[in-house]
């Protein structure tokens, strides 16, 4: 899936919109910080967040970040992978939705959850 400069790599499970932000609200504040391990606890889950800082390359995209998410979500604990655009950061840090490509779905937009921290409003 597809969320500007994110991608969600879902494997078996279904990701709700309200996680994914948590999770990208988390690697932002671990890229700012850089930070290779961060827990996280939002009304949604709850769990621990880690990757190596290393640059990856994903589907022509260069600047692609790893994280791997262990979390427990309301059904139950949930392995996720995704993937972080640094290069679409300053975008991120400016627009007020995002759009959102799911595999199996129509194309929408949704309040982009970067926007929120990196501005402080979280």
């Known amino acids: 899936m597809f969320n500007s400069g994110l991608v969600f790599l879902e494997f078996g499970c279904s990701v709700t919109d309200e996680v994914r932000d948590a999770l990208a609200q988390t690697a932002y504040l671990m890229l700012k910080g850089r930070q290779k391990r961060k827990k996280i606890r939002s009304k949604h889950c709850e769990g ?3 990757t190596n800082l290393q640059f990856t390359s ?6 692609m970040i790893a994280f791997q998410a262990e979390v427990e979500v309301e059904h139950g604990k949930q392995n996720i992978r995704f993937l972080f655009n640094t290069s679409a950061v300053p975008l991120m840090e400016r627009e007020e939705k995002v759009r959102v490509t799911p595999p199996n779905g129509p194309m929408y937009f949704r309040p982009n959850a970067i926007k929120e921290v990196a501005h402080g409003n979280n």
Do not use: C, D, E
């Not at 994903?58 to 600047?63: D, E, L, P, T």
């Open 58 to 63: 994903f589907v022509g995209f260069s600047q």
């Open 48 to 50: 621990l967040v880690r």
